[in-house]
C-alpha cells in the first residue's frame, strides 16, 4: 500500500478518493473548497491538507481529477503545487479531462524534476465512480504507467496505457466524439417514437437486442422518456470536452460535422437552462421544438 495525495473532490474525486483509501491505501485529499476536503476525511478516514503542495509532501502518487486545463495547472504548478511538494521518483497521475497539450507540458515540468506524470482520463460518469467501475485511458512513459495502474485498480474496469504522453487524452476525445453522436441519435430515436405514439420500453426492449444497441440505451432511455436529467455528466462539461476535440481537430485536420453539430445543440440547451442537466438531455430540446 502507498502514501497518496487526491486533489479535487467533485462528483468524481470524491468516490475515487474513497476506493484508494478503502483499498488500504494512505491518503491525503486537497480540495480547494477545504470543508469538502475535511468532509471527506471525516467520512473515509484519511486526511486533508490546505494545499497540494502540503498533499503531496512525501507522497508516492499524486492524483487529480480537476475541471479544466487552468485548474489543472494550478494544482500542479506553482509555489503551492503538487510538484513543489513532490520528490523525485514520485508520479503524478492525472484524471482530469483536458487538452493533450497541457498534459504534454506537464509531463515535461514534471520530468525536469524526476518525476513521473500518467495522463489518465475516465469515462464512466458518476456511477461509475461512485462503484469503482471506470475506463481509464493512459498515456506517459511505459515505465510510470506500470507503476501506477496497480493503484489506479482500486476503481477501475478497464485501464489501459495508448501510447505516450497525451495519448491517453487523446483516447478520452475519441470517447466523447463517439458519446455525442450516440446520445444525439438515440434522442431522436425516442423523440421519433413519442411523436409516433409507441410505447418506449417496448420498442427498446427490442432495438436494444439488436445493431441499435449501447450502454447510453440501455441505462438512459428510462430516464430520458421521464424527462429526467440528473443522472450523470453535465452538459457544461461536455461542452468543456467537446471543445477541446474541435480545437483538436482543427490542429490535426480530422473532420468532425456530427460533433460540431451537437456541440451547438449543447449550446441550445444550456439556453433551456439545462446546464446542469446530464447529457442526455438533448432529447429535451427536440420536445421544445415541438
Partial sequence: ?????????????????????????DVTVYNRTAAKAAAWADEHGGA????????????????????????LRAVVTGEDGALAGMAPGSIFIDHTTVSAAVTRELHAAAKDKGIGFVDAPVSGGQAGAENGQLGI?????????ARAEP???????????????????????VN????????????????FAERAG???KEVVSVISQGAAGSWQMSNRYETMADDHF????????????????????????????VTALVDQFYKDVQKL??????TSSLIKRLRALD
Avoid at 486533508?48 to 485548474?71: H, I, K, S, W, Y
Avoid at 437552462?273 to 446530464?278: I, K, N, Q, Y
Fill in 176 to 191: 466523447q466524439i463517439c458519446i455525442a453522436g450516440l446520445v444525439q441519435g438515440l434522442s431522436e430515436g425516442l423523440h
Fill in 137 to 145: 485511458m493512459c498515456g506517459g512513459d511505459a515505465d510510470q504507467y
Fill in 1 to 25: 500500500m502507498a502514501k497518496l495525495a487526491f486533489l479535487g473532490l467533485g462528483v468524481m474525486g470524491y468516490p475515487m478518493a474513497g476506493h484508494l483509501q478503502a483499498a488500504g491505501h
Fill in 151 to 173: 493503484v489506479m485498480a482500486a476503481y477501475a474496469k478497464a485501464c489501459r496505457r495508448l501510447g505516450e504522453s497525451g495519448a491517453g487524452q487523446l483516447t478520452k476525445m
Fill in 48 to 71: 486533508f491538507a490546505a494545499t497540494p503542495r502540503e498533499a503531496a509532501r512525501g507522497a508516492e502518487f499524486v492524483l487529480a481529477c480537476v475541471g479544466n486545463d487552468d485548474d
Fill in 230 to 257: 440528473d443522472h450523470g455528466f453535465a452538459v457544461d462539461w461536455m461542452r468543456k470536452d467537446l471543445d477541446i476535440c474541435l480545437r483538436t481537430a482543427n490542429e490535426n485536420g480530422a473532420s468532425l460535422p
Fill in 198 to 200: 409507441l410505447d418506449i
Fill in 273 to 278: 437552462g439545462g446546464g446542469r442537466w446530464d
